[in-house]
């Protein structure tokens, strides 16, 4: 059975205006933006696109110094920074910041805040949706969006990228995972195992 759904129009404000639908279902509130996007030029996804995670892949715990605790990617290269940590292996990129935070975002305040910075500071950078979703250290926000790579310094080619950011916030501080990779790679399942294992500390 559908279930009914009543929509509420919001103009944000935003360096690059974002008009957004908030869908009012059982689930939860979602925001789905028609492409905003920046001045830059996307680059041409892959037809065959590199960056897929193996299904045979071995995880690991990394437990940071910030306050939280993940599994990665055994065998990724890793970097360390004062309020986090990032992980890469050639296409693939993980990272995770903890700043505080007076309070919780919503999804209007994302959409206003983070995912309009992402569009005015990053690569052609389109905004696909913004949810609520849960994960087992609890409820947060997703931006989806997709994005074009710096430029290769040697060919100067990009790839396009589809990313996940989750916000997920904890009392006076708030997480930012990021997840990436060109875009139509398959690492549904293992995005999923990585964002399911945050937890805090």
Known sequence: MRQSM?????????PMSIVALVALTGAGAQIMA???????????PEKNPPGDIPDTQVF???TSPSGFSLKVPEGWARTDHHDGASFSDKYNALSVTVAPAASAPTATSVAGHEAADLVKTGRAVKIEAIRKVML???????????????????????LRLESNRYLIYRRDRLAILDLSAPLGADNVDQ?????????WR
Do not use: C, H
């Open 6 to 14: 009543r929509f509420r129009r919001f103009v944000l404000s935003a």
């Open 191 to 199: 995005w999923k195992l990585m964002s399911d294992s945050f937890q």
């Open 136 to 158: 087992r250290s609890g409820p947060a926000l997703l931006i989806v969006y997709t994005s074009s790579s710096e430029p290769n310094p040697v060919t100067n080619r990009q």
């Open 34 to 44: 028609p492409p905003a996007m920046a001045a830059e030029r996307p680059a041409v």
């Open 60 to 62: 690991v715990t990394y």
